[in-house]
């Protein structure tokens, strides 16, 4: 079992920045790989971005390549989204997971993530 706890959304301006935490507990933290999702209003849930165990190999959606950053810290049992020059169309609840099966860094399926954190919301106005 695994409990993961976001937190840093809010309201930013278009071109600002936020940094996404999110808190791990349950598991060896360094031994499976974190992702990001996001889901706007209307809107399937999409995939954002990936990062293995030991944080050595990255994997990002093509709208948010170049913007987004992932990165972990497993001394804290924390993985970070840097989301920076952002847009209105970034708009939408951000929700941390973790795969505990795949190693792969390309995995974008939802179905491929065991656990899910209750998500946390970022809106960025125009």
């Known amino acids: 079992q695994v409990q993961l706890v976001e937190s840093g959304g809010g309201l930013v301006q278009a071109g600002g920045s936020l940094r996404l935490s999110c808190a791990a507990s349950?598991?060896?933290?360094?031994?499976?790989?974190m992702g990001w999702f996001r889901q706007a209003p209307g809107k399937e849930r999409e995939f954002v971005a990936r990062?293995?165990?030991?944080?050595?190999?990255?994997y990002y959606a093509d709208s948010v390549k170049g913007r987004f950053t992932i990165s972990r810290d497993n001394a804290k049992n924390t993985v970070y989204l840097q989301m920076n020059s952002l847009k209105p169309e970034d708009t939408a609840v951000y929700y941390c997971n973790a795969d505990l099966r795949k190693t792969g860094i390309t995995i974008t399926t939802m179905t491929s993530y065991d656990y899910w954190g209750q998500g946390t919301q970022v809106t960025v106005s125009s």
């Open positions: 990062i293995n165990g030991n944080g050595g190999s990255t």
């Open positions: 349950g598991r060896t933290f360094s031994t499976y790989a």
